[in-house]
């Protein structure tokens, strides 16, 4: 395997109305070709500014990241980063929304066919001529999910994509990533508040620290796919990360950020 995402030393800081805000405190990490990194961290402690960093969005105040070995500066063709607010097209139509960055497709009509395709696998077919205003909240993260995933992109960079989901279809759409990145194989990079969809999805999960966040614990998850969630592994897993998170583990899944 070689190594997809490089980062050194990354440093982030704000200038706010009262004062300077340490954000980021010296992360480093490697990412390798085809992995699947999870991210959790208390609420606030900087990891969508870690992960914008990352996808070339901002710019570190110090350090640097490298992408196949090339420094990045700005957001480049082989990463999608879904945001944790949204940017689905309202004038345009799911459809649209989806055929939208298939550049490398010079026929409408196949657009469309690979669009129609991924609202399927995202459960909504029949909603392919909808605007965004005539869906749900869910809805509306599922497009751009299948939006992102229809690109195919080398990284995918997700931020919190399934949280607006109820339970039954977040997992339904854990499921769906599972079985596309067996056959596609992209880098992920996840952030999540779901310790127990963390250990589901990744090959490793990292925890990190309040504000201003480090990486304070590195978790590797050995455990073949499809991984049953109620095994004493990923039970003994999440009550570890909960731990490190400073949650009182319970039997139940709960939300780290309880
Ligand atoms: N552009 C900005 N200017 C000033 N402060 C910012 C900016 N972006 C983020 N921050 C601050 O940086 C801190 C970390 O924000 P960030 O969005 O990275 O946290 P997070 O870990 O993703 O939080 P959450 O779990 O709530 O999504 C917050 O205190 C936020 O107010
Ligand atoms: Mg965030």
């Known amino acids: ?51 914008r960093m990352i996808a070339g969005f901002i710019a570190p105040d110090a350090g640097h990241v490298l992408i196949d070995g090339v420094e990045r500066t700005r957001p480049g063709p082989q990463g999608i980063l879904i945001s944790q607010h949204g940017s689905v097209f309202p004038w345009l139509t799911v459809r649209q929304n989806l055929m939208f960055g298939l550049n490398d497709i010079s026929s409408k009509q196949e657009k469309a066919a690979v669009a129609d395709h991924y609202a399927s696998i995202v459960g909504l077919k029949g909603f392919e001529g909808s605007y965004p205003h005539e869906l749900s909240g869910g809805m509306l993260k599922r497009v751009e999910i299948a ?36 056959r596609e194989r992209h880098t992920v990079l996840l952030i999540t508040h779901d310790v127990e969809e963390a250990i589901h999805l990744a090959d490793r999960v990292m925890v990190l620290s309040p504000r201003p966040t480090r990486i304070q614990a590195t978790f590797e998850v050995n455990l073949p796919h499809p991984r049953k969630l109620t095994s004493p592994a990923v039970q003994e897993l999440r009550m570890a990360i909960l731990k490190e998170l400073g949650v009182e583990a319970e039997a139940d899944p709960v939300d780290a950020r309880a």
């Open 1 to 51: 395997m070689s190594t997809r995402i490089d980062v050194a030393g990354l440093h982030k800081g704000f200038a706010t109305d009262k004062g300077p805000l340490a954000v980021v405190d010296d992360v480093s990490l490697q990412v390798e070709d085809g992995e699947f990194i999870a991210i959790v961290g208390p609420s606030g402690c900087g990891k969508s500014t870690l992960m």
């Open 147 to 182: 939006r992102a995933l229809a690109v195919k992109p080398a990284i995918l960079y997700m931020d919190e994509p399934f949280s607006a989901l109820d339970a039954l279809m977040s997992l339904r759409m854990r499921n769906e990533l599972l079985r596309i990145l067996e």
